[in-house]
């Protein structure tokens, strides 16, 4: 099954940018949805954005405009394009499928917005 990867996380003033990737293990994984997924302090991880087999993104209301979600099934990867942070956008941050299965997640990786 696939397994996935994250990296990019950092630390970041508010206003700045960053940019999350996720590398997937199978060359299969064009036929998955894929969706970042956030873990902030003291709360439920919880979706940002998704990204369908076609390339169809959706996100959270709260990051609309400012994240990109885009996939490269030549690479087999998932990048999240951050941008004009804000503290709230602090958590871990990992990719998964769409819907997300348990056995998937993976160690994430840390993004703090903080000056």
């Known amino acids: 099954q696939v397994h996935f990867v994250e990296s990019g996380g950092d630390l970041v003033q508010p206003g700045g940018s960053l940019r999350l990737s996720c590398a997937a293990s199978?060359?299969?994984?064009?036929?998955?949805?894929v969706g970042w997924y956030r873990r902030a302090p003291g709360s439920e991880r919880g979706v940002v954005a998704t990204?369908?087999?076609?390339?169809?993104?959706l996100y959270v209301e709260p990051v609309k405009g400012r994240f990109t979600i885009s996939r490269d099934n030549t690479k087999n990867t998932v990048d999240l394009q951050m941008n004009n942070l804000k503290y709230e956008d602090t958590g871990v941050y990992y990719c998964?499928?769409?819907?997300?299965?348990?056995?998937?997640w993976g160690k994430g990786t840390q993004v703090t917005v903080s000056s």
């Open positions: 998964n499928t769409d819907p997300p299965r348990g056995t998937l």
């Open positions: 199978e060359t299969s994984f064009s036929a998955y949805a």
């Open positions: 990204i369908s087999t076609h390339g169809n993104d």
